[in-house]
């Protein structure tokens, strides 16, 4: 028998995989799929002083079903000062039925939960329907940009499809199970530059002080209804970051101010409809302006079905939880497989502690994890 889940998990935080450093994380994992039965290809990507590491790993069955995918990642983030843990952060550690270290609940405890039910599943099940997927990345905690994306361009390449797909992000809040994401919204970021004359500030006719400029269009943006949402998502909302402009000096009228702003998008509202509305807004008050758009991800959603239901039905079964569906929080891989699979999901631990000084996972979650996984996987491939 292979190691327990708790050793995966322990063995995995003891490698220091801060983006986009795997530090062996993937290849440990690969060694216990293939003995499963899974076909698994590396994918490394990037430049030469951000390497990314991919897994794509598949065990295909022996009737026709659908593909039930896991998704999550490897990569941590820094862990701040250590003086502040109270142990290693990389070093595994036990306090009061809690497992302590970096990446203990984001995500390394959802990926060996992943894979132990992964082969306990093969084991029980080795005529299973359909096929059993991996999808597994170092860089979702950096930018995002040679992860998960280069896996989903691989797949879509070959024509490769997925059904279903848990991302094991943790989203439970109070208790294992109390929560899944069945989608996120969008982010859609813009650096606004108003241009404006720089001037004494006693002279104020012969300068034009951009401040002034933007603050109507800037109280409108603010009053918006971008969408009033719907039954999964929130209203749309646009908010303010950071302002800056002048050069402090008390006496100078700045030349430029420098707006950064967001918008946590749902799937009522489109990118090019709120940058057109944006610029609309500022164009109507007459502002000499430059804007840069940045777009971090597409809201994406997965309405109740098969997948929702499988998983709602392990929940209780290994719990006794009714799980919420919701769609709160901010953005995942999840964004870039929902391009092309039409259920993807997200569901872990508790995310009370995660990029925290002394992060960690309850030692009794981890178990009902693995078995909720394994149950899912049984009622979409048995």
């Known amino acids: 028998m292979s190691p327990g889940t708790l050793q995966l998990v322990e063995a995995l935080i003891a490698r220091r995989s801060i983006t986009p450093d795997d530090a062996g994380c993937l290849a440990l994992i690969t060694e216990r ?29 022996t009737r026709p079903g659908p593909t039930v995918a896991f998704a ?13 843990w109270h142990s290693d952060p990389f070093v595994p550690s036990h306090r009061g039925g809690r497992l302590y270290g970096r990446g203990a609940a984001d995500m390394k405890t959802s990926v060996a939960a992943m894979v132990v039910a992964a082969e306990e599943f093969a084991q029980r099940h ?32 070959r024509g490769e499809r997925l059904h279903a797909c848990i991302v094991g992000e943790p989203t439970s809040v109070d208790q294992l199970g109390d929560m899944i994401k069945n989608g996120r919204r969008g982010t859609l970021s813009g650096k606004l530059a108003v241009k ?44 303010v970051s950071n302002i800056h402009a002048g050069t402090g000096a008390g006496n100078v009228i700045p030349g430029e101010v420098v707006v950064d702003f967001n918008f946590r998008f749902c ?17 109507r008050h007459g502002l000499e302006y430059t804007l840069a758009w940045t777009l971090g991800g597409e809201p994406f959603l997965t309405p109740v079905g098969t997948l929702s239901e499988a998983l709602s039905a392990a929940i209780r079964a290994e719990t006794g939880v009714t799980p919420t569906l919701s769609t709160t929080g901010g953005t995942s891989d999840g964004r870039f497989i929902a391009k092309l699979c039409p259920q993807v999901v997200e569901f872990g631990p508790v995310n ?25 996987l049984e009622a979409l491939l048995a």
């Open 352 to 376: 009370a502690s995660i990029h925290k000084i002394d992060e960690h996972v309850a030692v009794d979650a981890i178990e009902p994890l693995k078995n909720i996984y394994r149950r899912t």
């Open 33 to 61: 799929l293939q003995a499963a039965g899974f076909h698994c290809e590396t994918l490394v990507c990037g430049p030469d002083d951000f390497r990314v590491t991919n897994l794509w790993a598949i065990r295909r069955g």
């Open 126 to 157: 080795p005529q299973h329907a359909g096929a059993v997927a991996f999808l597994l990345t170092s860089d979702e905690e950096g930018p995002s940009v040679d992860g998960t994306v280069r896996l989903c361009e691989l797949l879509q390449s």
């Open 267 to 283: 799937t009522e509202s489109t990118p090019d409809e709120l940058k057109r509305r944006v610029h609309a807004v500022l164009d």
């Open 196 to 239: 404006g004359i720089q001037g004494h500030i006693a002279y104020p006719q012969l300068a034009r002080n951009p401040i002034h400029q933007l603050a109507p269009a800037l109280a409108q943006l603010v009053a918006t209804e971008w969408d009033q949402g719907n039954s999964y998502f929130p209203p749309t909302s646009w908010q």
């Open 72 to 84: 999550g990642h490897t990569d941590v983030v820094p862990t701040g000062p250590l003086a502040e």
